[in-house]
């Protein structure tokens, strides 16, 4: 696929690392935002150097992320509810694992697990955990896993197209993906605009909208079955958000922005982030 015929969107500044302004393109056809200019791969890993990158670290400094470990623990049981309703229990691949937490709860519930993860801190954590890895995609069989889940990594991978196709060659012919990434067509994100925290450039390279996700699995023969909200993710956006906006986290103002951000969402469908069933 290329991408072609982009309209600039807007500016967003890299708020927790770098400090760096990027711009976002708008490519019609899709529904896609692209972060612009997208990091060469030999500058992309230091943008994922932070203390504060939470999904890599299981620290418990302060309120915003024993908050955020809180809601992960719900969230996980949740996401262990989803897989089991799409399939008997069998092979599952979990890519961007991070600390192993996902693949932790879903062991022991039955499922035979393994991940793939690019952070070597993250991957040492979730390894003292149990957790089972592959160094790459490549090493890995093809149609040998019944489900491969993704939750928020679509977005930060380089090469798109290169990606979906692997996520089919992985898939069995009776398996399902389930991938989730934010939305940028919600509330939250229209209410927040630059200093929306889910645009987290140049680490999000991008921005995906329903049409998205339908149109870019569509062209390589799998089906879009089923999209779901993730209610939890507007509140910890607008947490961040805040901070972005302020300078402090406005936790009356972050949750009230989060509650509208989903009751907008049952009238529009438009949540501040989507969880993608999809299927061969």
């Known amino acids: 696929m290329s991408f072609q015929n982009n309209i ?3 500016k967003v500044k890299d708020y927790s690392v770098s400090k760096e302004i990027f711009e976002l393109h708008h490519n019609p056809e899709y529904d896609l935002l ?3 200019p997208k990091p060469s791969l030999e500058r992309l890993p230091s943008y994922y150097e932070s203390e504060d990158y939470i999904s890599h670290t299981d620290g418990k400094r302060s309120l915003f992320e024993r908050m955020y470990h809180t809601i992960k623990n719900r969230a996980l049981k949740n996401k262990v509810k ?3 309703a799409q399939s008997e229990k ?16 879903a062991k022991k519930d039955g499922w035979n697990t393994t991940g793939i993860e690019p952070s070597a801190k993250a991957k040492g954590i979730a390894i003292s955990k149990g957790v089972n890895f592959a160094d790459t995609l490549s090493d890995l069989k093809s149609h040998s896993f019944d489900i491969i889940t993704m939750w928020h990594v679509l977005e930060h991978v380089p090469n798109l197209d290169e990606y979906i196709l692997e996520l089919k060659r992985l898939l069995k012919p009776t398996g399902t993906i389930l991938i989730a990434v934010p939305n940028f067509k919600s509330f939250d994100a229209e209410y927040y605009g630059r200093f929306w925290a889910a645009y987290d450039v140049p680490r999000h390279i991008w921005h995906f ?4 996700i339908q149109k870019l699995f ?3 023969e799998m089906n879009l079955v089923a999209v779901l909200p993730m209610k939890f993710d507007s509140f910890y956006v607008s947490l961040l958000s805040e901070k972005y906006k302020t300078g402090k986290m406005n936790f009356i103002r972050a ?3 989060g509650l509208k951000s989903n009751m907008n969402g049952k009238q529009t469908k438009e949540y501040s982030s989507h969880i993608y069933v999809i299927k061969n």
């Not at 909208?209 to 998205?212: D, L, Q, R, V």
């Open 8 to 10: 600039f969107f807007k």
């Open 34 to 36: 692209i972060t612009f």
């Open 82 to 84: 989803l897989i089991n």
């Open 90 to 105: 069998g092979k599952l691949l979990d890519i961007g694992a991070g600390t192993g937490d996902f693949l932790v709860v």
């Open 209 to 212: 909208s329903k049409t998205a």
């Open 218 to 220: 569509s062209e390589k």
């Open 255 to 257: 949750f009230f922005v």
